[in-house]
């Protein structure tokens, strides 16, 4: 399994850890790259604007646009961005205009990408990590780099500890062996660089599978099952409410071509809207979603996620004022908290700089174990002889060693794994048929010769 999943997967997983790496450095570089829409001089002495000063700036200088949500500065020296809507953009696009929150000026207009606000330079090696540019086919690859990198993973662990058993001492399993050359020199810095990455690169493959698209949709159903799903604030509301009319005075007369005006027809506005949620306790780097209709509420949602217990939100009323209903992080499922630290986690937001940090030398690690094992094929292939010398893989017959029990236990789990992660399973049995080749193929020489 090792060695069948080491020649055929790797590829796919040297591109994963290649694209990864560059997703997690795309975060510090996208500071840089757009430094003057994300942050502003902080004016000594000034505090920062009203929020529906600084929102209205950004519908004079975008009036086409159908304002969607708006992200406050999180903090000191930060833009507040104003997210609008335009189906010529596409999916999960929306244009993003960054005010600064003290003068109100607006510092630039750039696409964002999905919830995450991802900009081009981090959504573009987002995409290229996701699908290389592909799209829905292109997936196909990160997960079945997914579905085998756990089984990689463990089986090369396995491979160390059999080899390793007659060292004492944690050194002999952690780090390299000393005095070595070719071969088992590379087979000693592989193992070693395999330890110390094995629960990173478990993990990645956890979480990796979460959002894949068929071990995803299946992962999707086992936490409904099990009441892990991630639950979400009431945003709809009784339009009639708090008008004494039939709905369509006052706040009804806010939606038209620009979509939902805060603080026009009876609207509360997004003041008073910041001092309602902070009220309730949802405060730290907030988003703020606009009704899409006469129906919906405003929902206020902590977006934290470098410290993820900073997911708490509330929606609001728009007439009214009213609080709909409240959620906070504590009350969500154990399961839904757990994916929540793991998807955060795995995309390095999870504490910032030093989860990027990180997942930036987990992905070299997986380069080099990548490299150490191709190098380790190609060093024991047969010196002459062959005209195909590549190496040589697992003795046969070791199936026909085995105990009857322990081969239909392991049968069953091989092909409940194979229905859970399905590009598990066609991995299996692609292995298992070039196996079978390979074995048909060595006999039938046998038999000329």
Same mark, same amino acid.
Do not use: C
């Given at each position: ?170 050194? /002999?399993?952690?780090?390299? $062996?000393? +005095?070595?050359? =070719?071969?088992? @020199?590379? &087979? ?5 660089? *395999? %330890? ?62 620009? /979509?939902?005006?805060?603080? $026009?027809? +009876?609207?509360? =506005?997004?003041? @008073?809207? &910041? ?5 309730? *306790? %949802? ?167």
């Amino acid at each position: 399994m090792h060695f069948y999943a080491g020649i055929l997967v790797a590829p796919f997983l040297l591109i994963a850890a290649v694209t990864g790496l560059l997703y997690a450095a795309s975060y510090p570089l996208e500071k840089v790259i757009y430094a003057d829409e994300l942050t502003v001089p902080v004016p000594e002495g000034k505090a920062a604007l009203p929020l529906s000063q600084q929102v209205g700036a950004a519908v004079e200088a975008h009036p086409g646009g159908t304002l969607s949500k708006v992200w406050p500065s999180p903090e000191a020296g930060a833009t507040t961005r104003v997210l609008f809507e335009d189906p010529g953009l596409g999916e999960s696009k929306s244009t993003a205009v960054f005010v600064d929150p003290y003068t109100a000026e607006v510092r630039g207009e750039l696409l964002s990408y999905g919830s995450s606000g991802a900009l081009p330079v981090r959504a573009w090696i987002s995409e290229f990590h996701r699908h290389l540019h592909l799209g829905e086919p292109g997936r196909l690859y990160s997960e079945l780099a997914a579905s085998w990198l756990w089984v990689v993973a463990l089986g090369g662990l396995l491979l160390w500890l059999r080899r390793r058993r007659a060292t004492r001492g944690a050194r /002999g399993l952690l780090l390299p $062996e000393r +005095g070595l050359t =070719g071969r088992r @020199r590379t &087979m000693s810095r592989h193992g070693a660089i *395999g %330890v110390w990455s094995l629960l990173g690169l478990l993990f990645l493959s956890a979480t990796g599978l979460t959002w894949s698209t068929y071990a995803g949709e299946n992962v999707a159903l086992l936490r409904e099952q099990v009441r892990g799903t991630t639950p979400a604030v009431t945003a709809t509301v009784d339009p009639a409410a708090g008008t004494g009319a039939d709905g369509h005075e006052g706040h009804g007369s806010a939606h038209g071509d620009g /979509g939902h005006q805060p603080g $026009e027809g +009876g609207d509360i =506005g997004l003041d @008073r809207l &910041m001092d309602t949620a902070r009220e309730q *306790g %949802v405060s730290e780097s907030v988003v703020i979603t606009l009704p899409a209709d006469e129906k919906g509420a405003y929902v206020v949602a902590e977006n934290d996620k470098q410290w993820p217990v900073h997911f708490d939100s509330v929606s609001v009323h728009p007439a009214t004022g009213e609080v709909v209903d409240t959620l906070a992080f504590a009350d969500y499922p154990v399961l839904a908290q757990l994916t929540r630290f793991g998807i955060d986690a795995h995309m390095g937001l999870f504490l910032g700089l030093p989860n990027q940090l990180l997942l930036i030398a987990l992905m070299a690690g997986l380069i080099v174990l990548i490299v150490y094992g191709y190098r380790m094929w190609w060093q024991r292939r047969p010196a002459r002889g062959t005209r195909f010398g590549v190496g040589r893989p697992m003795p046969r017959g070791a199936w026909r060693k085995a105990p009857p029990g322990a081969l239909a236990g392991l049968l069953a789990a091989a092909v409940l794994l194979g229905w859970f992660v399905p590009l598990f399973g066609l991995g299996l049995v692609l292995f298992l048929a070039v196996d079978l080749l390979r074995g048909a193929v060595a006999r039938r020489r046998a038999d000329v010769s």
